[in-house]
């Protein structure tokens, strides 16, 4: 296909991402320092595939110098992750800080910093402390909540001076949707009520921690600023047809703006309450709370951006005996002829990156934004490999110049993106796939002591950061 040059804004970031849980390892972990992720391992290891979970995951614990060198390489200068929680203490209640842990995130932050390359961390990548989901059902509790801020402050008070970017959360619907919701991951619960209350909770402690972050710590250090990582989806319905856009309409309401909502604007929306009612499911709260949500938006936002979700209106009945899901306004459709990832089964659909662009410039008043995720797992990389071992992975190429592509012509049409963190910086362990889908720029060689290796994508990202231009397909789409 005929190609296109590409330009990259000035100032336009162009970093890489992961988190703590999916590279660090248990080395140094205190035996009651189990996060949920651990314990959901501990206790259902077999749907983890080949065995693989967090235990040494790629040992960065160990290997971070290694790591930062192969980030210098390739010329990044930003790197994002988080700060495991339930590490980074030993007594959850009164916040005592596990030294030996805080000091090693010095390490890395210093170590990053010495290199030219800014950290981004986020204070919770699914990393609650599971004495904290057995004792108190998780998210679930308010005093959780308030468990997270006295965490938050201890990681302030050590780090703010040196880290611009914080994140609250990452994700903050996905664990409670598959837990509570759908019932997928352990401990395979659904429970509806739940998963509204872990929503709501999640989005006052959202409000708590940027709170404090802006009363004690943004006037001392000017240049830093604190948001939270999303995953909304871009819903398109099957058809222009008023019952498939309402279908689409319903899916956003639950599953998107239940964040984007009251973190950006303060106010979730009054159909939530309305529907919440109607299927009793309402989650607790008071008008202080509402208050303290509506008082403490974000200062800009990371949105992780895969793939399209596509809905059509109900075509079968829904069963009256089952407790209340948002699919009763929705089914899933499968775009005939979609181009897939079929190792994750995701839809590649790369002008989601537009879409999403020029929604929030006009839904969420342009607020300054960050593409905090975008990436392709793919599985069997190594057979991609070339006579020097070097693994040829044109399909990641393609893949992020194509998102590139479209987000560079949201930006152009005025949306306040400021950049692209790919995932991942190097291959990870993923909930439940565990090392099957490579997301790499670096690939973990699991048969060789986990060694490092560029693929051929961090050359293309090095040759990306050092020129700021790159080439996609000139297909009808663009203009
Ligand atoms: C995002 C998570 C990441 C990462 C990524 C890839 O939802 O924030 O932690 O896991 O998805 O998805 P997966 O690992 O399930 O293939």
């Given at each position: 296909?005929?190609?296109?040059?590409?330009?990259?804004?000035?100032?336009?970031?162009?970093?890489?991402?992961?988190?703590?849980?999916?590279?660090?390892?248990?080395?140094?972990?205190?035996?009651?320092?189990?996060?949920?992720?651990?314990?959901?391992?501990?206790?259902?290891?077999?749907?983890?595939?080949?065995?693989?979970?967090?235990?040494?995951?790629?040992?960065?614990?160990?290997?971070?110098?290694?790591?930062?060198?192969?980030?210098?390489?390739?010329?990044?200068?930003?790197?994002?992750?988080?700060?495991?929680?339930?590490?980074?203490?030993?007594?959850?209640?009164?916040?005592?800080?596990?030294?030996?842990?805080?000091?090693?995130?010095?390490?890395?932050?210093?170590?990053?910093?010495k290199n030219g390359i800014e950290p981004m961390i986020c204070l919770e990548h699914y990393e609650i402390p599971g004495v904290l989901f057995e004792k108190y059902g998780g998210w679930g509790s308010k005093h959780v909540v308030d468990l997270f801020v006295k965490y938050a402050e201890k990681v302030f008070e050590r780090y703010a001076h040196k880290v611009k970017w914080w994140f609250t959360f990452n994700e903050p619907i996905v664990i409670q949707t598959r837990v509570y919701l759908d019932a997928v991951r352990w401990p395979y619960e659904q429970n509806t009520k739940k998963w509204m209350q872990w929503n709501f909770n999640k989005t006052l402690a959202n409000a708590k921690v940027v709170q404090l972050f802006h009363q004690s710590y943004a006037s001392q250090h000017k240049e830093s600023k604190i948001g939270v990582i999303l995953n909304p989806e871009v819903v398109y319905p099957r058809s222009s047809a008023p019952h498939d856009i309402e279908a689409a309409k319903m899916y956003d309401l639950f599953f998107n703006r239940m964040f984007l909502d009251p973190m950006i604007k303060g106010e979730y929306p009054n159909e939530l309450f309305d529907l919440m009612q109607k299927h009793d499911c309402s989650f607790e709260y008071n008008d202080e709370e509402l208050q303290i949500i509506k008082e403490n938006k974000v200062d800009f936002v990371g949105i992780n951006l895969y793939m399209p979700k596509r809905v059509k209106a109900r075509t079968t009945a829904w069963n009256p005996n089952t407790p209340f899901h948002p699919e009763f306004y929705y089914e899933h459709f499968e775009l005939p002829g979609r181009k897939m990832n079929p190792y994750r089964g995701w839809e590649i659909y790369p002008k989601i990156m537009?879409?999403?662009?020029?929604?929030?410039?006009?839904?969420?008043?342009?607020?300054?934004?960050?593409?905090?995720?975008?990436?392709?797992?793919?599985?069997?990389?190594?057979?991609?490999?070339?006579?020097?071992?070097?693994?040829?992975?044109?399909?990641?190429?393609?893949?992020?110049?194509?998102?590139?592509?479209?987000?560079?012509?949201?930006?152009?049409?005025?949306?306040?993106?400021?950049?692209?963190?790919?995932?991942?910086?190097?291959?990870?362990?993923?909930?439940?796939?565990?090392f099957k889908n490579r997301y790499g720029l670096v690939e973990i060689d699991l048969d060789d002591d986990r060694n490092r290796r560029m693929k051929k994508s961090a050359y293309w990202y090095k040759n990306l950061i050092q020129t700021r231009q790159f080439e996609a397909n000139n297909d009808h789409f663009y203009k």
């Open positions: 296909m005929e190609k296109i040059g590409m330009q990259l804004p000035d100032h336009f970031i162009i970093g890489a991402a992961s988190s703590a849980w999916q590279t660090e390892g248990w080395s140094s972990k205190k035996d009651f320092q189990d996060s949920y992720l651990d314990l959901w391992y501990k206790n259902h290891r077999e749907v983890w595939h080949n065995g693989y979970g967090p235990t040494i995951a790629t040992d960065f614990y160990n290997r971070y110098k290694e790591d930062i060198q192969f980030m210098k390489e390739i010329g990044l200068t930003h790197y994002r992750t988080s700060i495991n929680w339930s590490r980074f203490l030993i007594d959850y209640e009164h916040a005592v800080v596990d030294e030996e842990y805080a000091n090693y995130i010095e390490n890395v932050i210093d170590e990053l910093l537009y879409d999403f662009a020029i929604r929030i410039k006009e839904e969420y008043g342009n607020i300054e934004w960050i593409v905090t995720e975008n990436g392709m797992g793919v599985e069997n990389e190594h057979r991609f490999k070339d006579k020097n071992g070097v693994i040829q992975d044109d399909y990641r190429i393609e893949f992020i110049s194509e998102h590139l592509k479209w987000l560079l012509r949201g930006i152009e049409e005025g949306s306040n993106c400021k950049g692209y963190m790919l995932w991942a910086f190097t291959d990870n362990v993923s909930p439940m796939n565990a």
